[in-house]
């Protein structure tokens, strides 16, 4: 077998990357399904990838949409609020990229970047945290009932893989421009990330948009329950009926199902 001049260890790493990627395809196919079903029937559907640095958002949702049709989906990932849109409504810079008909738009951080991340770094003001969780459900059920398909979904990854994940990117060139000022305090703010996650679950998990937890501590699984959970969403055409997608119950849990194990393990938990 050509070795192309790899070590023992990165033709593993090769195999084991390919094999991966084979499990994925027959998934990845079905999603093509889904999306040309939405074009067809001009439906809207919106995914939200939330949860902490580090988690395999990114990486998830260049796998979910790497051979989608590019007419029809987005990915939408906002950087920092202009002077303009802080003086809007707070929902207003990430209205202007919702999906058309036919379309679907995958948001790499959402609104709720105000229900974890700017309380934790004093982004935000106290009251306009408060406000947003007395505003942010409302939202959402207007908007499902307007015909949008909102899909939440939070990425739970334990403190020990963020920080070997922070390690590689710091040490690996490719990877560096990943690594952020906000990421270099994550750890040490662990708890308080997870104080907003137990309260952004209570208040926000709700029947017209309700959180999916993604345990991604092991990107692969990950990948796989995410595109599962997609495809459990709508009723397509030309569904593969012999594709298994019952979710692992060991990675994809409901909103109140991680509130009780929050619950369970007190200041103990830490995913």
């Given at each position: 077998?050509?070795?192309?001049?790899?070590t023992p260890e990165q033709q593993d790493e090769a195999l084991r990357i390919h094999a991966e990627n084979l499990a994925l395809a027959p998934y990845q196919a079905e999603l093509i399904k889904l999306q040309q079903h939405i074009e067809r029937n001009r439906l809207k559907m919106m995914v939200l990838f939330e949860g902490r640095d580090a988690a395999g958002k990114g990486t998830t949702i260049g796998s979910v949409s790497r051979f989608m049709n590019p007419k029809h989906y987005r990915i939408v990932a906002l950087g920092k609020p202009t002077e303009e849109e802080r003086s809007q409504w707070y929902f207003q810079r990430y209205i202007k990229h919702f999906p058309h008909f036919g379309e679907l738009v995958l948001f790499d951080r959402s609104w709720y970047n105000r229900a974890m991340v700017e309380p934790v770094f004093g982004f935000c003001t106290p009251r306009e945290h408060a406000l947003f969780l007395k505003h942010v459900v409302p939202f959402e059920q207007a908007l499902t009932e307007e015909g949008t398909l909102l899909v939440k979904l939070y990425f739970s990854v334990s403190k020990q893989k963020q920080a070997l994940r922070f390690e590689q990117?710091?040490?690996?060139?490719?990877?560096?421009?990943k690594l952020s000022e906000i990421d270099m305090q994550a750890q040490s703010m662990w708890e308080q990330f997870t104080q907003m996650k137990y309260q952004m679950l209570t208040v926000t998990d709700h029947a017209a948009a309700p959180w999916h937890v993604i345990r991604s501590s092991?990107?692969?699984?990950?990948?796989?329950?995410?595109?599962?959970?997609?495809?459990r969403?709508?009723?397509y055409e030309g569904r593969d009926d012999s594709l298994m997608l019952t979710p692992d119950p060991k990675v994809c849990f409901s909103g109140r199902q991680e509130l009780n194990l929050m619950d369970q393990h007190g200041k103990g938990y830490t995913s």
């Open positions: 077998m050509q070795t192309y001049g790899l990117r710091r040490s690996d060139p490719l990877r560096r421009w092991d990107k692969h699984r990950a990948r796989l329950e995410t595109m599962k959970l997609l495809l969403q709508v009723d």
